[in-house]
């Protein structure tokens, strides 16, 4: 079945612990994103990668780190976490960065808790 | 700063009602998408529209561009409970080389039995 994985699904963690949030997607996709999600605020991008070893800022960056060795593995890492880094967080991929037909495909998202 | 504005924010119907949600913006976009998204699931896409003017149908939901592609609706015919969810558009503009989505804040939608 074609699907980005995300791992773990709910995550509490503390103030300054470093974790990390893994992404897989089976699809080939050339393109992976992170967002967040936060009442008000709606779905804003966190980084995005084109392909593989190409990453770029989107437009909530702070804090955040990204890595992509492979092409279908996108993790985000949370050096020292803060309070308000709690929220929901989302792995999308698409075929491409730059058509506009392509539409994303989501993984089913991490709830994390920064205490 | 480009937005996308969603409205109504919030919408509850019977079963079998009939209803459009609408999402607008100042901007042109390259495309439009709409995504369904069930609370603790990621949102998944309905489908995208490219060509100002364009319809697209997908049973009994009809999405359509406008010709300026500025804006575009989603109509849904005798709604059921299964269509209840979160509905996001997503506004898709050129940033350098990448696509970036800008995305509208969703419409809440309740159909009741």
């Known amino acids: 079945e074609a699907q980005v994985t995300q791992n773990p699904r709910y995550l509490i963690t503390v103030t300054g612990k470093k974790l990390t949030v893994t992404c897989s997607q089976n699809m080939n996709h050339e393109y992976m994103s992170w967002y967040r999600q936060d009442p008000g605020l709606g779905l804003r991008q966190i980084y995005y990668s084109m392909n593989v070893e190409v990453t770029d800022k989107g437009d909530v960056p702070e804090g955040y780190k990204v890595s992509r060795k492979e092409k279908r593995n996108f993790p985000l890492i949370l050096e020292s976490p803060s309070p308000n880094q709690t929220s929901l967080y989302f792995c999308a991929s698409s075929p491409s960065g730059t058509n506009p037909h392509y539409g994303y495909t989501f993984g089913s998202g991490t709830r994390l808790t920064v205490v | 700063t480009q937005l996308l504005e969603q409205s109504p924010q919030f919408l509850s119907i019977q079963e079998g009602e009939n209803l459009t949600v609408y999402c607008n913006s100042s901007?042109?976009?390259?495309?439009l998408q709409w995504y369904r998204q069930e609370p603790g699931e990621g949102p998944v896409l309905l489908v995208t529209?490219?060509?100002g003017g364009e319809v697209k149908k997908l049973k009994r939901l009809t999405f359509q561009f406008g010709d300026a592609r500025k804006d575009s609706s989603l109509h849904i015919t005798a709604a059921q409970p299964g269509d209840t969810g979160l509905y996001l558009c997503a506004g898709g503009v050129n940033a350098g080389n990448n696509r970036k989505l800008i995305w509208g804040l969703g419409t809440s939608l309740a159909v009741n039995p």
């Open positions: 901007s042109v976009f390259s495309s």
């Open positions: 529209v490219v060509t």
